[in-house]
């Protein structure tokens, strides 16, 4: 996904500085998902575990549990731990904060959830990933077009994802989610 060189100005950055937050905008999502042995997305970090791996083992050697990722992509909204490992997933090294799409189709409208999984509804299917993928805290791919602001302090790290309804010009935001992580916990706020 990164490749030699980009992988390397990336860990010198985590690397550098004392900072509170390392914020790392990733175009893709970095959690892992897999739901009845199939997994959401090759083309996000899913295709690229070995790499994926790297950045968690660099993290966990180095003590840090202050990575908030944002990221995007999936046309939803997603809020999910980053373990140290997700085979054993015990320790927080940060959280993953995804914001929706303003205006493209999302699974609901695209239905591809149904060429790969046999779900009656994409809220079971939803259900089914956040049970067999518990460091996913909340996914919204039906009624979710809007975006995320993100407000760091030295304690904690708020993200508030907003939701509006594409189809109606005058429609009002409503908050989708709002989770804040600090000391290594992620919490509905």
Same mark, same amino acid.
């Given at each position: 996904?990164?490749?030699?060189?980009? !992988?390397? &100005?990336?860990?010198?950055?985590?690397?550098?500085?004392?900072?509170?937050? !390392?914020?790392? *905008? @990733?175009?893709?999502?970095?959690?892992?998902?897999?739901?009845?042995?199939?997994?959401? @997305?090759?083309?996000?970090?899913?295709?690229?575990?070995?790499?994926?791996?790297? %950045?968690?083992?660099?993290?966990?050697?180095?003590?840090?549990?202050?990575?908030? *990722?944002?990221?995007?992509?999936?046309?939803?909204?997603?809020?999910?731990? %980053? /373990?140290?490992?997700?085979?054993? /997933?015990? !320790?927080?090294?940060?959280?993953?904060?995804?914001? /929706?799409?303003?205006?493209?189709?999302?699974?609901?409208?695209?239905? &591809?959830?149904?060429?790969? &999984?046999?779900?009656?509804?994409?809220?079971?299917?939803?259900?089914?990933?956040?049970?067999?993928?518990? &460091?996913?805290?909340?996914?919204?791919?039906?009624?979710?077009?809007?975006?995320?602001?993100?407000?760091?302090?030295?304690?904690?790290?708020?993200?508030?994802?907003? @939701?509006?309804? !594409?189809?109606?010009?005058? @429609?009002?935001?409503?908050?989708?989610?709002?989770?804040?992580?600090?000391?290594?916990?992620?919490?509905?706020?």
């Amino acid at each position: 996904m990164l490749g030699a060189d980009q !992988k390397r &100005w990336f860990f010198s950055k985590l690397r550098e500085g004392n900072y509170r937050w !390392k914020v790392w *905008a @990733s175009s893709v999502q970095f959690s892992r998902s897999q739901t009845d042995g199939k997994f959401s @997305s090759l083309d996000a970090w899913d295709g690229y575990a070995g790499e994926r791996s790297q %950045i968690l083992n660099f993290l966990k050697e180095r003590g840090m549990n202050n990575l908030i *990722a944002i990221t995007g992509d999936r046309h939803a909204s997603l809020v999910a731990e %980053i /373990p140290e490992s997700y085979e054993r /997933p015990e !320790k927080l090294l940060g959280a993953e904060f995804m914001t /929706p799409a303003v205006s493209s189709i999302n699974a609901k409208e695209g239905g &591809w959830w149904r060429r790969n &999984w046999s779900y009656a509804s994409l809220e079971e299917f939803q259900q089914a990933e956040i049970k067999q993928n518990p &460091w996913i805290r909340q996914i919204n791919s039906i009624d979710c077009w809007g975006y995320s602001v993100l407000r760091l302090t030295k304690d904690s790290a708020v993200c508030t994802i907003y @939701s509006v309804d !594409k189809y109606r010009k005058d @429609s009002e935001k409503k908050i989708d989610a709002q989770f804040t992580y600090a000391n290594g916990r992620l919490e509905r706020a």
